[in-house]
């Protein structure tokens, strides 16, 4: 007899991620079902009762396959696994499920439904999978330090060092979320370009694949810094609840400060739109753009009100922004998906361009910002982000000119552009938008020449993935800057907007 039944739409995820997670159509359904367990167990709110219904298309399940549950005369009266996980129910509802099976088998369907949900809204067939639920699952999870002794590792990397002809000492070590930064002392000058020229294959010997070694001079004489990635189970995941510690002081301010993650070394890294000229965001498909802008949106929505700030967001995919589209903050009729009301929407905005250039001239000053420090003016800032700006430029290029105009004039008005793409070659981002959009974020990319188009420069062809970024924005710093960029999840997001 049946003990939980799922619907024909969680089949369908269930479908998909054997098809194309585990590339296996043919794996057994339970592995996802008990996946999905795991990720509602993350989740601190109980599930709700809208997963009780025991619809008619869809499957049965039974404890033997989903817990292992074995009679209990079967092996004297050990319930398997089903034990396990009852006790762990018993202990998420505080309730003796032990005592309870109809309770326990309730409160299991409404976990694994749930759970299918969550994996539904929040993981994109294209996405690695089993990165996916390494983050899913094992986010803010602290392992410890690596399974590799420090020591180990260094008497690799000096061994592997000697091997290209570089003969150094190691000054210091820090650890950063992801990477190590090893401080070398190399006493013979001459092996500084030897090492510069051997970073690859220095890579290869230590076991990296595309991640690379990256070096920086320091201020110290004759001492060159290392980074050198850590193994993925070794990263520290950037929370998404550090950013409203982060924000704290500066809830309520005039400043649009938005937190990504950390850099290498773990310290918070920020900037201010207001000072940032319009940002473009771009990397491969799977790379974290999307996570990037929900860490920009999150740190905006947690510092300002919507009097202050106003968001025009344009989501083609449909799904990317869609949390957002009750917020009081929205500028326009909603978040928009339609080329036709994207392009409606930039028009507007080059509209209230105009008219808030008209008042700012009337006012007899050249920006919003001093219009609001000399108690002029009080407009809000509105922060248009563009979600794959590629797909919409290949459905009408006409999108440019608005775009372009408002790249050119907006920010003194306190308009400001954050455009996220996946392909910035030059039909994406014209010349005309390149010059008027110099601060750039680049996600991992597949070449480095893509990774030249967003940033003029090598590197990021080179980077960790999910969510490992060179940021280069002209008022921060001429170099750009590695951060590994905070983890938000879709209850992050949910959670975040149920406190505004
Ligand atoms: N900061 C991060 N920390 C840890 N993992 C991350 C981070 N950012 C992204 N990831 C991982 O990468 C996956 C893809 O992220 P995201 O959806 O932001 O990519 P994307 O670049 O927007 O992809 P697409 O171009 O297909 O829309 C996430 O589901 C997550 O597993
Ligand atoms: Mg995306």
Sequence with gaps: MADIFTSKAD?????QV????????KAPKYTVLRL?????????????????KNEEDGAEYTLAVLTGKTRDEDINGIRDFDDAICALLSTYHNEDLFSNLKRYKTLLQRHIRRGLYEIKTSWNRSHDFIVYLQEELFAGLDFGPSQQSSTAIEIILIDALKEIGVSAEIKNKIQGPRIDRYFLHLPNIQHFDQLKRGLEKL?????LQQEG?????????????????????????????????????????????????????????????????HLLIAGTTGSGKSICLHAILLSLLWTQSSENLQLALCDPKQVELAHYEHIPHLYGKGVVHLITDVMELLEQLVDEMERRNQLLREAGVSNLTEAIQQRKLQLPRIVVVVEELADLMMQSRELETPLVRLAQKARSTGIHLILATQRPDSVTFSGLLRTNIPSRIALRVQKNTESRIILDEMGAEQLLGSGDMLVKI??????????????????????????L
């Design 213 to 277: 070694v990256f070096i920086h001079s320091t201020s110290e004489p004759k001492v060159v810094a290392m980074d050198i990635p850590r193994s993925r189970q070794n990263w520290k995941t950037i929370n998404a609840s550090q950013i409203p510690k982060w924000a704290e002081q500066e809830k309520g301010n005039e400043r649009l400060t938005v937190w990504l993650g950390e850099d290498v070394l773990g310290k918070p890294f920020t900037f201010d739109l207001i000072d940032t000229p």
């Design 11 to 15: 089949e369908l995820i269930i479908d």
């Design 18 to 25: 054997l098809q194309y997670g585990f590339s296996s159509a």
């Design 36 to 52: 999905a367990l795991a990720k509602s167990l993350r989740i601190s709110t109980e599930p709700n009762d809208s997963f009780d």
């Design 203 to 207: 890579a290869f010997r230590l076991g």
């Design 474 to 499: 002209p008022q921060v710093s001429t170099n750009a800057i590695r951060v590994h960029g905070a983890y938000i999840s879709q209850d992050d997001i949910k959670l975040c907007l149920r406190n």
